[in-house]
Nanobody
Framework: QVQLVESGGGLVQAGGSLRLSCAAS????????MGWYRQAAGKQRELVAT???????NYTDSVKGRFTISRDNAKNTVYLQMNSLKAEDTAVYYC??????????????????WGQGTLVTVSS
C-alpha cells in the first residue's frame, strides 16, 4: 500500500527555521513529482512548492526566497526547508506525490497521493 509519511512539524518562533520531510513507500516504481501544500485554519489548501523529476521547481510567491524544496530520489523523500518563518506560515502542511506504483507484474500511476499532514505553528 502506497503511503506518504511526513515529519518535522512543530512550534517555532517567527524568524526561525524548520525542515519537513516526506517519505514515500509501498511499491514505488517511479516518482513524477512531489510537493508540499498547506492549509491554514479556515482557509483552503494551497500549493507551497513542487519538484518534478525533470528538475523543475515551483513556489508560491509568499514563500519564494524563504523556502526550498529538494528531493532524495534514492530515498523517495522530499524535503521542505523553511527559513525566516512568519506567523502567516502557520498551517497543516501536506505532502503530495504523482507517482507510478508496481505490483511486480504491472505498473499504474497514482496522480494524487497525500500524506496525513504535519502541523507547523509559528509564534509571533
Amino acid at each position: 500500500q502506497v503511503q506518504l509519511v511526513e515529519s518535522g512539524g512543530g512550534l517555532v518562533q517567527a524568524g526561525g527555521s524548520l525542515r519537513l520531510s516526506c517519505a514515500a513507500s509501498g511499491g514505488i516504481f517511479s516518482i513524477n513529482a512531489m510537493g508540499w501544500y498547506r492549509q491554514a485554519a479556515g482557509k483552503q489548501r494551497e500549493l507551497v512548492a513542487t519538484d518534478t523529476t525533470g528538475g523543475s521547481t515551483n513556489y508560491t510567491d509568499s514563500v519564494k526566497g524563504r523556502f526550498t524544496i529538494s528531493r532524495d530520489n534514492a530515498k523517495n523523500t522530499v524535503y521542505l526547508q523553511m527559513n525566516s518563518l512568519k506567523a502567516e506560515d502557520t498551517a497543516v502542511y501536506y505532502c503530495n506525490a504523482d507517482l507510478v506504483v508496481t505490483t511486480g507484474t504491472y505498473q499504474y500511476r497514482l496522480r494524487e497521493v497525500w500524506g496525513q499532514g504535519t502541523l507547523v505553528t509559528v509564534s509571533s
